[in-house]
């Protein structure tokens, strides 16, 4: 595609209730990542995905939240039993080589859990 | 772990003034220095990016400085125009050892016209 696509673009959901949000990278970008971003801040790292494998998942505020990218293209970020502190933008972003470098964003996914 | 700060978080300028965004990071390892924009509603988009064998990058009315002894780098935009608003966040990696991006909380830049 031309960019990150991420969605959905807008998820409410009530305490304790699941969501998964959906991530599909540029074509062919072998890097994937996860980040958080709250209101007025910068984003934070959660996981990091070369093709298939999840190489970095240190950013994962807790076993609540669980990362995919089966294939090695399309990623779900998944966050069990949602808490009002998981309420947030989570961005998706994509790299072509195996690096941080050069990250094209999507648009991100704004939860907000009651 | 690496810590970015950055200043002012907040940045005011007249059309056609430079606007200039200073960060500090704490580890010495890192050795990767992007530059994003964030516009309302979207993701941050990569303006410029700088890496530790060079001092200076110019990109037409955008420049990065570095000093890797003091351990910061600048932003600054020239002629600044009002579709330069947005927030500007400033990042740092060490690239050789894992793949995170550690980023500063952000400069709202509002240019006036």
């Known amino acids: 595609g031309a960019g990150v696509s991420q969605s959905p673009r807008y998820k409410v959901a009530k305490r304790g209730q699941d969501v998964a949000l959906r991530c599909d990278p540029i074509?062919?970008?072998?890097?994937l990542f996860w980040y958080q971003q709250a209101l007025g801040q910068g984003p934070e790292f959660l996981t990091y995905?070369?093709?298939?494998?999840?190489?970095?998942k240190s950013g994962l505020p807790s076993d609540r939240f669980f990362a995919e990218r089966p294939e090695g293209s399309v990623s779900t970020l998944k966050i069990q039993r949602t808490q009002q502190e998981d309420s947030a933008v989570y961005l998706c972003?994509?790299?072509?080589?195996?690096?941080?470098?050069?990250?094209?964003f999507g648009s991100g996914t704004q939860l907000s859990v009651l | 772990g690496e810590n970015v700060e950055q200043h002012p978080s907040t940045l005011s300028v007249q059309e056609g003034d430079s606007a200039v965004i200073k960060c500090t990071y704490s580890?010495?390892?890192?050795?990767?220095f992007p530059w994003y924009k964030q516009e309302l509603g979207k993701g941050p988009q990569l303006i410029i990016d700088?890496?530790?064998?060079?001092g200076e990058k110019k990109d037409q009315r955008i420049a990065v400085t570095l000093n890797k002894t003091a351990k910061h780098f600048s932003l600054h935009i020239t002629e600044t125009q009002p579709e330069d608003s947005a927030v500007y966040f400033c990042?740092?990696?060490?690239?050789?050892?894992?793949?995170?991006?550690?980023f500063g909380a952000g400069t709202i830049l509002r240019v006036k016209s």
């Open positions: 995905f070369q093709n298939e494998a999840q190489l970095d």
């Open positions: 990042a740092a990696a060490d690239t050789a050892y894992g793949n995170k991006l550690v």
């Open positions: 074509s062919g970008h072998v890097s």
């Open positions: 972003a994509s790299s072509q080589g195996q690096s941080n470098e050069k990250l094209f």
């Open positions: 700088i890496r530790s064998n060079v």
């Open positions: 580890d010495s390892a890192s050795n990767y």
